[in-house]
């Protein structure tokens, strides 16, 4: 995970180092809706390559030093574009990065994706560092068939037994990170409670993570997240 946080860093700071003028602009929409220019056909995934509009640098009969004011200026134009197009995509990466998350009486509540049977939906578990497994209510997770599942039983704080079920998620996805065929357990819930589950370490081992509970946000990776936050106001300055 680490390393992929890096790359990405990393990769902004090359691109940006890396620009030349270029004859042509390439513009075309992303799947949310953000326009995209680039300098080179290359960099334009073969998918949107439908709705590709270019913009034509136009070389006129000018004098030599018009032509390079031109030149400077496309170049300018290009490495502009390409600029905020890195501030977009760290940006994104920073706000996955941080969490918004509910906070009751010193629990944290932090919202989650979960995809069963293809169906994906939102859900909120309570960050507990003493669960070894994450689980969910019966009745929480939609499509799940509590009578063709497995049973068992499991021991709670005083002796108890509680009756349980286990199912394989497709995903679940918190805060940057996905889990894919994750198995978690569900369990029967008496009373009222304003979440759906228990996030345990079985996930939150293999995270890093920082809670601020007076703003109520969790930051995954704080080290990454504050590389990523540095590399926007240093890409901003380029800009001004």
Do not use: C
Request: glycine letters at 6%; hydrophobic letters at 40%.
């Amino acid at each position: 995970m680490w390393n992929y946080f890096s790359a990405i860093i990393l990769g902004s700071a090359v691109s940006v180092l890396s620009l030349s003028a270029a004859a042509e602009i390439y513009q075309y929409t992303n799947e949310q809706g953000r326009k995209i220019y680039v300098d080179r056909l290359s960099q334009v995934p073969a998918r949107y390559r439908k709705q590709l509009q270019i913009r034509k640098v136009i070389e006129l009969n000018n004098s030599q030093q018009q032509q390079r004011e031109y030149d400077f200026q496309n170049s300018n134009f290009a490495k502009s574009i390409t600029t905020r197009n890195k501030i977009a995509e760290l940006s994104e990466l920073k706000t996955r990065l941080k969490t918004q998350v509910g906070i009751y009486a010193n629990q944290v509540i932090v919202p989650v994706l979960v995809k069963y049977k293809g169906k994906t939906q939102s859900l909120n578990l309570l960050l507990d560092t003493g669960a070894s497994l994450t689980v969910f209510h019966l009745g929480s997770i939609a499509n799940f068939d509590q009578q063709q599942a497995p049973v068992s039983y499991a021991q709670v704080a005083g002796g108890g037994l509680i009756k349980t079920w286990q199912l394989s998620l497709q995903q679940i996805t918190y805060g940057p990170y996905h889990s894919k065929a994750k198995p978690v357990m569900i369990i029967e819930h008496k009373g009222n409670a304003n979440y759906d589950g228990l996030l345990g370490m079985d996930l939150l081992a293999a995270t890093e993570y920082k809670i601020d509970f007076q703003e109520k946000y969790i930051i995954w990776n704080q080290d990454a997240y504050l590389q990523v936050e540095q590399q926007i106001n240093s890409l901003n300055l380029l800009l001004q």
